[in-house]
């Protein structure tokens, strides 16, 4: 969905050009996940939304948007990219025994959120936040 967006908006800014596109794009990383939140806006009517959103990085999202005089229409709204990984990733593509033997034999690190991401995927996304 949000590659589909991106397209879309970059197709918008090549045909308009120049800093005065319609659409305002902002690529923001967050390091810890290793993901990214895209920020689309509309110059015009300042309305704009979030793909991709990172619940940790939400102050430094809501403070660009403030930054850049937007209105947020949405936030968190996700879509599943799963039929597209299992189609378009060769490792998906095989059975359980050789995935589980590829990513053994990649040697990666374990995910550093990898804890915190499974147990909410499993809750279709929803995350328990503590009391600070």
């Not at 390091?31 to 940790?56: K, N, W």
């Amino acid at each position: 969905m949000a590659g589909s967006v991106l397209r879309v908006a970059r197709r918008q800014l090549s045909q308009h050009g120049g800093s005065g596109a319609p659409i305002l794009l902002r690529q923001m990383f967050e390091p810890v996940s290793c993901t990214y939140t895209y920020l689309l806006g509309d110059r015009e009517s300042r309305e704009a939304v979030l793909i991709d959103p990172v619940l940790e990085t939400a102050p430094r999202d809501a403070q660009l948007i403030k930054e850049l005089g937007l209105r947020l229409l949405y936030a968190g709204f996700t879509v599943s990219t799963v039929e597209e990984e299992r189609t378009l990733n060769p490792r998906l593509t095989r059975s359980c025994e050789e995935f589980v033997k590829i990513m053994d034999n990649l040697n990666l690190p374990k995910p550093q959120q990898i804890d915190f991401a499974v147990p909410a995927n499993m809750r279709c996304g929803v995350q328990t936040l503590t009391p600070a």
